[in-house]
């Protein structure tokens, strides 16, 4: 069940950040921020594009945190990402920014983040992938006044019907690039532009915070979804420079957009039962206090 950042218990936000810090120590979490950074550099609007500012933007990060959920699965079975809902809990001082978890925001100087378990002077965090020659995580809250996304602001992106619209890329109308931020109010994009630092950079996920936010914008998919029953992704037939829903998708190049349309398949939200028909109910039977099953 992946859930709210807000509900976990401080053992379960431990729990998390251990096991993405033994992923790094083990040298298996750098090649996530590689690739991500690989696909930020190749994807153009006039030239093909996959995990970014195209329709497959939703279905290449739903499988790209899969494989990191899987990854933090490997080290501590009981571990799921949780999400960050940034219409929410906009507080820099608060969860998820407070020390025992992602720590908070970079000092003045030079944006190094000094808090928390991510702080180079801990000396679990080192950046590898690196933008430039320094090693420490930067982060500045709210820099430049950049403001996170209201609910309502939200809502406005998610009422939207189509999925996504011809040209299908960061000019496009339509729910993804609203979603994704090139156009509209901007909510995805916003958001890394928020945390800044690494945040803002193609190597965003040397920040742990990325997987936080991302798998909010997973969500805000599958409640779109909900919204939306007879919309569905577009394009459905083959399209010049983008991913239809049968075509594969790099790098892993044996998964399609129609395999990652039901996230129920793969993990329930703690918000799938209220607003569903409980399609990641069977996640919690066998519960305590349940003699009658
Ligand atoms: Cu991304």
Not at 177 to 201: P, Y
Not at 263 to 270: I, L, Q, S
């Amino acid at each position: 069940m992946r859930r709210n950042q807000a509900t976990l218990t401080d053992a379960e936000k431990q729990d998390f950040v251990e096991a993405v810090l033994a992923l790094k120590r083990r040298g298996r979490y750098d090649r996530f921020v590689r690739t991500h950074q690989e696909f930020v550099m190749g994807d153009t609007d006039d030239g093909p594009r996959v995990a970014h500012r195209g329709p497959s933007f939703l279905p290449w990060h739903r499988r790209f945190l899969l494989d990191f959920e899987e990854e933090l699965r490997g080290i501590d079975d009981a571990v799921e990402l949780p999400y960050w809902d940034w219409t929410v809990d906009q507080d820099p001082e608060a969860a998820p920014w407070t020390e025992d978890f992602l720590g908070g925001t970079g000092r003045a100087a030079d944006g190094q983040v000094t808090t928390g378990p991510f702080a180079r002077g801990g000396g679990r965090w080192r950046i590898s992938v690196r933008v430039d020659s320094r090693d420490f995580l930067r982060r500045s809250l709210g820099a430049g006044g950049v403001r996170l996304p209201t609910r309502a602001e939200l809502d406005s992106v998610l009422a939207l019907s189509s999925y996504d619209q011809s040209p299908w890329h960061s000019r496009a109308d339509g729910f993804r690039n609203q979603l994704e931020g090139w156009r509209g109010v901007n909510l995805h994009n916003r958001v890394h532009q928020w945390v800044d630092g690494h945040m803002a950079t193609g190597a965003s996920p040397n920040d742990p915070v990325f997987w936080l936010h991302h798998c909010f914008i997973d969500k805000l998919w599958a409640d779109w979804q909900r919204l939306h029953p007879g919309s569905g992704y577009l394009p459905r037939r083959p399209t010049r420079d983008v991913v239809s829903l049968e075509e594969p998708m790099r790098p892993w190049g044996d998964v399609t957009p129609a395999d990652m349309l039901d996230h129920t398949r793969f993990y329930a939200y703690d918000t799938d039962e209220e607003e569903g028909e409980g399609a990641g109910a069977e996640t919690e039977t066998g519960a305590e206090g349940d003699p009658g099953a």
